[in-house]
């Protein structure tokens, strides 16, 4: 593993459907960040965890849910799939105890919800 | 009203030419960010600028903190340079997160 990867790569899901998406790093970074990207709105954050144990809310995170049990791994689950999930879903991470905080990018995973 | 506003949200060169993106957002902020997302989808980090100025090749990106402003400047641009461009802010009570702008798809044409 090389950076930070997410998996799938694309998915297409019935609604009420449960799905896991994930995301690991290599980097042991701290911070890690799971962001929804919809033509029109930009990328927009839905949870995030500062640090392995902890997690946080983001700007849109109804219908979402994430666990921090290790630093590498970040999943982010859709408990109940609905139409309006369908998105892009792009992981993130960052090193908080570095000068830059620059944010590394998974590839995303693209989502269909039908 | 968005926090981070980007402008235009299109724009259209020919090769070669200097270009200019811009960034204005509402916040008080620690630091503001520059991200290039390429055709593929991917998302790389191109700056980050709490003040002044950064160079990196043909890319320039400069900051106003007075102004609450950042500009991203592309000299000698090149079909290359194709990609969404967008702009990131730091907020200052936010801690690590990002808020972004809506981006600006920029094509180069040979």
């Known amino acids: 593993i090389a950076g930070i990867t997410q998996a799938p790569t694309s998915q297409i899901l019935a609604a009420g459907r449960r799905m896991t998406l994930r995301c690991t790093q290599d980097?042991?970074?701290?911070?890690m960040y799971w962001y929804r990207q919809d033509l029109g709105l930009g990328l927009r954050l839905i949870h995030y965890?500062?640090?392995?144990?902890?997690?946080g809310k983001g700007e849109v995170p109804d219908g979402y849910s994430v666990s921090r049990a290790n630093t590498d791994d970040f999943p982010l689950t859709l408990a109940s799939a609905v139409p309006s999930q369908t998105s892009v879903y792009f992981c993130a991470s960052s090193d908080l105890t570095g000068k830059s905080n620059e944010q590394f990018f998974g590839p995303g995973t693209r989502l269909t919800v039908l | 009203k968005n926090e981070v506003e980007q402008s235009p949200q299109n724009l259209t060169a020919q090769e070669g030419e200097f270009i200019t993106i811009n960034c204005s957002y509402s916040v008080g902020i620690s630091a503001l960010h520059w991200l290039q997302q390429h055709p593929g989808g991917g998302i790389v980090s191109l700056f980050m600028?709490?003040?002044g100025k950064k160079k990196h090749g043909r890319l320039i990106a400069t900051i106003n903190i007075q102004e609450k402003h950042s500009s991203l400047h592309i000299t000698a641009s090149h079909p290359r340079d194709s990609a969404v461009y967008i702009c990131a802010v730091r907020e200052e009570t936010s801690g690590s997160r990002l808020t972004f702008g809506e981006g600006t798809q920029l094509t180069v044409n040979p």
């Open positions: 980097m042991r970074h701290n911070a």
């Open positions: 965890s500062n640090t392995a144990g902890t997690t």
């Open positions: 600028l709490s003040s």
